[in-house]
C-alpha cells in the first residue's frame, strides 16, 4: 500500500513536472524576481541594476517585476553567496563584480565558489581612478607620490573593501612607486567618498564613473584613471599610463544566477537582459548616471572572467593582497 | 526674503493636487506598515521604489518621504500599546507610552506622541529651511573618530535608563554589542559567533530580537503576573491629555526636538541614538525621575520629539550632500539618481523646486499624519478591550508574520521565540532590555569606526582625545560617569532609579 503510493506520488510528481516546464516558462516569472546587489545603496553596482531593472523588466514582458535587493558587506561575498544560496529557478539573480567576485575565494574560504555561478551578461566595465579634495595640494600622481614617499605610512586610501579592485589597484600602486600608504576599508564607494569630503581621508580609491558622478558640484579633483585611454564622459582626467603609471585595472559588473537554471527560462532571461542592456533609452540613462557600458553576452563574458582568474592567481603568487 | 520666497516656490510644488495626493498616500501607508509589526519601511520603500520610477521625481521623493515619517508615527502607536517597537527609534517609547496605556492613559499617551512629533516634525522643517546647508557640513566634521566618541557617549547614557544597578545596565548593553556583531565582518569577511548556522552569517535582524524581548516577554509577564487571565488595562477616563500632562510633556517635546536635529544630521544611528539621548536628558533634568518607566508623560513626549526631528533632519545630508543617514535615505538617492538628479550642493541651487518642493510637503505631510491619527485614537484605544484572551494570541500571530516575512525563513520566528524566552529570565533577573537593544543598534558602527579610526592613526588611540569632536563627546561621558558614579549622587541614584 505504502509503495503504491510512493510510486503513484512520483508518477504525480513527473506528470506534474513534464507538464509545468510548458506553462512555467509561459508564465516565467510569475512572481517577482529579487536582483541582488552585494554592496550599499547609492553606489555604483546599485545604481546599475536599479538602472537597468525596469528595461528588464519590460523585455521579460508580462508585469514582470525586479526587486533591486541591497546586501552589502565582506567587499561583497554576503551578496554574492545570496545568490549562490539561491535556488536556481530565475527568480535570483545578482550582480556580480570583478575583481571582488574573482579574488575573494583566492584569497579565503568563501561562501560561494565561482563555479556555482551562471555568468548570463556584462554590462559595465568601470576603470579604477584615484580622487583627492580639491582643496588639498596634490594635483598629479606625481605629486601623491612625492607626498607619499616624504610621508609614509600617512596617506590614507578608502577602497570599498579588502581584495576589491581599488584595493588591488592601490597595492599595485604601491608596488610600482615604492610607497606606503593606509588602506581603509568602506563598505561602499558612497561611504568613502563621505570621508573624503570631510578630509577624514586623503585618496578615495574608486571606479571612475563613481568619481565622476559624486564629483558634481562636490569639491573631488579626479587624478587619474586606470584605462587604456581617456574616458569620453571624463576627457579631462588622465590615465595612469600618461604619467607613467602602466595600471589598468576595471571592475566588470555582469549579472549572474545561480548555475543549473532550467534552459527556457536562462533563454528567456538572457535575452531580455541584453535587449535590455541594448535598448537606446537604458543606454542614455547608463551616460547620464556616468556608467561605462561595455555589454558582453554570457560566452563572452565568461571567457573574459576566466582570462582575469588566471591573471588574479597569478598576482596573488607574487603580490597577495590580504596579507 | 530668501527663505519666504523659497516657501513659497516650495508651497506651490507641494500643494498641487498630484503631489499632496502622493504626500497622502505615502502617510497613509507608513502609517500602516509602522502600525503592523515587523513590516518595516525599508522594505516597503524597497518594493515601491519601481513604481517611483514613473512618478515625477519630485512626487516620488514626498511619497517616499511620507512613508518613512509616517511609520515613525505608526511605530510608536505599537510601542504604547501592545509594548512592541516597530523600529529601533521606537524602543524608548515603550518604556513609559506602555506604562501610561497600562494606566488608563492610553489616549493621551498616543496623543502626546502625535503632537510632540508634530511639534517637532513643523520646527524641523523650519530649521531645515533656514540652516539646512550649514547643517550638512556637520555631518563631513565627524569621521572615524568622531563616531566612536558619540556612540561610546551613547552607550554609556543608555545605562541610566535602568532602574537597577549599573553593572546591570553596562552587561546588557555589552551584551547587545555582542549580539550585534555576530554574522560576518564587514572589513575582513569572517564570519563570527554563527556556531555554524547559514541563518546567522547575515547578522541578526533588529525585529526579532526586539519581538521577542519586548512583545514576547510582555505576554508572558502579563499571563504569569494574572494566573492566565491577562492584564487588562486600568479603566480608560480620557481620550485627551489632561492640562497637567500637556505642560509637563511640552518642554520635553522641545528638549527632544533640539536634540533630534543635532543628532538627525549625522549619518547613522540618528534618530535611535536622538531618542535614546533625549529620554537620559529627561530622566536627569526630571526632578521626579522615579516616576519614568512608571508612565512619565516627559519620558514619552521628549523620545518621540527626538526621533521625528532626526528622522527629518536626516534630509538635510541627504538633499545637500548626497550621503544617507540610513537604508530608507540610500533608497530614496537610488529613485532621485534613476531621474538623473545626483544628489548633492547642485540640486538646492540647480532644481530648487525638488528641494524646497520636498521640504514643504514634510510641513504638509506632518500636518495630514495628526489629522489621520487622532481620530483613529479611539478606536486603537479600543482594541486594549479586547479581552487578553484573544488580543495576545492575535499579537503573536502578528509577530510571527511580521518576522516571518522579514527573509521568508522560519529560523527567524525561532530566534523570535527564543528572545521571548531570555526576555523573560532577563525580566525576572531585573536586567532591562532597553539598553542591549541600543547597544545592538550602535555596536557594528562602534566596531567599523573603531578599525577605521585605528587604521587612520597607525594604532595610536591618542586620536580620540587630540580631535576636539571626539575629545568632547568622550569628556562628556566621562563627566556623566562620574556623576553616575560618585558616592553622593550614587545614594541619589539608588533613591531615585530604586523607586
Redesign the interface.
Given at each position: 500500500m505504502l509503495a503504491r503510493m510512493t510510486s503513484l506520488s512520483i508518477l504525480a510528481a513527473a506528470v506534474l513536472a513534464v507538464a509545468g516546464t510548458g506553462p512555467a516558462v509561459a508564465e516565467y516569472p510569475d512572481k517577482p524576481i529579487t536582483m541582488v546587489v552585494g554592496y550599499?545603496?547609492?553606489g555604483g553596482t546599485?545604481?546599475s541594476a536599479?538602472?537597468l531593472?525596469?528595461y528588464i523588466?519590460r523585455y521579460l514582458g508580462g508585469g514582470a517585476?525586479?526587486?533591486?535587493?541591497?546586501?552589502?558587506?565582506?567587499?561583497g561575498?554576503?551578496g554574492f553567496?545570496a545568490v549562490s544560496?539561491a535556488a536556481p529557478d530565475g527568480y535570483t539573480i545578482g550582480f556580480v563584480n570583478t575583481p571582488n567576485f574573482l579574488t575573494?575565494p583566492i584569497e579565503?574560504k568563501?561562501?560561494y565558489k565561482v563555479e556555482q555561478f551562471d555568468l548570463l551578461a556584462n554590462i559595465v566595465d568601470d576603470p579604477g581612478a584615484f580622487s583627492v579634495h580639491a582643496d588639498g595640494p596634490i594635483k598629479t600622481l606625481a605629486d601623491l607620490v612625492a607626498y607619499a614617499k616624504a610621508n609614509p605610512?600617512t596617506v590614507?586610501v578608502g577602497t570599498t573593501?579588502?581584495g576589491s579592485d581599488d584595493h588591488i589597484a592601490m597595492l599595485i600602486f604601491q608596488k610600482q612607486t615604492g610607497t606606503k600608504l593606509?588602506?581603509?576599508?568602506?563598505?561602499g564607494a558612497?561611504a568613502g567618498r563621505?570621508?573624503l569630503?570631510?578630509?577624514?581621508?586623503m585618496v578615495g580609491c574608486m571606479n571612475i564613473g563613481e568619481a565622476m558622478?559624486?564629483s558634481?558640484?562636490?569639491p573631488l579633483r579626479t587624478i587619474g584613471v586606470m584605462a587604456d585611454k581617456r574616458w569620453s564622459l571624463a576627457p579631462d582626467v588622465p590615465t595612469f599610463a600618461e604619467q607613467g603609471l602602466p595600471i589598468t585595472l576595471s571592475s566588470l559588473r555582469g549579472i549572474a544566477a545561480p548555475v543549473g537554471l532550467p534552459p527556457a527560462i536562462r533563454a528567456k532571461l538572457v535575452k531580455a537582459i541584453l535587449d535590455a542592456a541594448r535598448d537606446p533609452a537604458f543606454q542614455a540613462?547608463a551616460a547620464?548616471?556616468f556608467q561605462p557600458l561595455r555589454i558582453l553576452d554570457s560566452a563572452e563574458y565568461t571567457a573574459v572572467l576566466k582570462q582575469m582568474d588566471g591573471d588574479f592567481r597569478e598576482l596573488w603568487k607574487t603580490t597577495p593582497w590580504s596579507r | 526674503m530668501d527663505i519666504l520666497d523659497n516657501l513659497v516656490l516650495g508651497l506651490t510644488v507641494a500643494l498641487s493636487l498630484q503631489n499632496l495626493a502622493l504626500c497622502f498616500i505615502g502617510a497613509l501607508v507608513g502609517t500602516l506598515i509602522g502600525v503592523l509589526p515587523g513590516l518595516g519601511p525599508t522594505a516597503t520603500v524597497a518594493m515601491l521604489l519601481p513604481i517611483t520610477f514613473y512618478l515625477p521625481p519630485v512626487g516620488a521623493l514626498i511619497m517616499l518621504a511620507g512613508i518613512f515619517y509616517g511609520s515613525q508615527y505608526g511605530g510608536s502607536t505599537t510601542a504604547i500599546l501592545v509594548n512592541i517597537p516597530g523600529e529601533s527609534s521606537s524602543v524608548v517609547s515603550c518604556l513609559d507610552g506602555h506604562a501610561m496605556a497600562m494606566d488608563g492613559r492610553a489616549g493621551s499617551a498616543l496623543a502626546i506622541a502625535a503632537l510632540a512629533s508634530l511639534f517637532a516634525g513643523v520646527v524641523t522643517t523650519f530649521v531645515i529651511a533656514i540652516a539646512g546647508p550649514a547643517l550638512a557640513g556637520v555631518a563631513l566634521m565627524f569621521g572615524p573618530a568622531e563616531y566612536v566618541a558619540l556612540m561610546v557617549l551613547g552607550l554609556v547614557s543608555a545605562t541610566v535608563l535602568t532602574h537597577g544597578s549599573l553593572t546591570k545596565g553596562i552587561a546588557m548593553v555589552v551584551l547587545g554589542i555582542l549580539l550585534g556583531n555576530v554574522g560576518t565582518d564587514v572589513n575582513s569577511g569572517q564570519i563570527r559567533y554563527a556556531f555554524g548556522f547559514p541563518q546567522l552569517y547575515d547578522g541578526i535582524d533588529f525585529v526579532p530580537l526586539a519581538m521577542g524581548l519586548f512583545g514576547l516577554t510582555e505576554i508572558v509577564a502579563n499571563l504569569e503576573q494574572t494566573q492566565g487571565r491577562g492584564v487588562i488595562a486600568s479603566v480608560i477616563n480620557r481620550l485627551w491629555p489632561s492640562r497637567e500632562d500637556a505642560r509637563a510633556a511640552a518642554p520635553a517635546a522641545v528638549r527632544g526636538t533640539v536634540l533630534g536635529i543635532l543628532l538627525g544630521v549625522l549619518p547613522g544611528g540618528g534618530s535611535t541614538l536622538a531618542s535614546f539621548a533625549a529620554y537620559t536628558l529627561e530622566k536627569r533634568v526630571s526632578s521626579t525621575p522615579e516616576k519614568f518607566g512608571r508612565g512619565a508623560v516627559q519620558g514619552l513626549a521628549a523620545p518621540e520629539a527626538a526621533n521625528n526631528a532626526a528622522a527629518q533632519a536626516g534630509f538635510i545630508p541627504m538633499l545637500s550632500l548626497g550621503i544617507p543617514p540610513n537604508a530608507i535615505m540610500a533608497l530614496m538617492i537610488g529613485a532621485m539618481t534613476l531621474h538623473g538628479i545626483q544628489p548633492g550642493p547642485l540640486v538646492m541651487t540647480g532644481q530648487p523646486e525638488l528641494f524646497w518642493g520636498m521640504i514643504v510637503s514634510m510641513l504638509i505631510g506632518n500636518i495630514i499624519l495628526v489629522v489621520l491619527n487622532l481620530p483613529l485614537i479611539g478606536l486603537w484605544v479600543r482594541l486594549l478591550k479586547v479581552p487578553y484572551d484573544l488580543l495576545f494570541p492575535a499579537i503573536l500571530v502578528f509577530c510571527c508574520i511580521g518576522t516571518y516575512t522579514l527573509r521568508s525563513s522560519t529560523f527567524d520566528v525561532a530566534m523570535m521565540a527564543l528572545f521571548g524566552v531570555v526576555g523573560y529570565v532577563f525580566r525576572k533577573l531585573e536586567c532591562e532590555p532597553a539598553p542591549l537593544l541600543l547597544g545592538f543598534v550602535l555596536g557594528p558602527m562602534l566596531e567599523e569606526n573603531l578599525q577605521r579610526a585605528l587604521l587612520l592613526s597607525q594604532g595610536d588611540l591618542a586620536v580620540f582625545v587630540t580631535r576636539p569632536i571626539s575629545g568632547g563627546l568622550l569628556a562628556a561621558t566621562v563627566i556623566l560617569l562620574v556623576l553616575v558614579l560618585l558616592p553622593t549622587v550614587k545614594r541619589g541614584r539608588s533613591e531615585a532609579f530604586r523607586e
Open positions: 550599499a545603496a547609492g546599485d545604481i536599479r538602472s531593472a525596469p523588466e517585476r525586479i526587486l533591486v535587493e541591497n546586501r552589502p558587506g565582506a567587499g561575498e554576503i553567496a544560496d575573494i579565503r568563501t561562501r605610512n590614507s573593501g579588502v593606509v588602506h581603509v576599508p568602506f563598505p558612497a563621505t570621508a569630503l570631510g578630509k577624514h581621508i558622478q559624486y558634481q558640484g562636490q540613462a547620464q548616471t | -
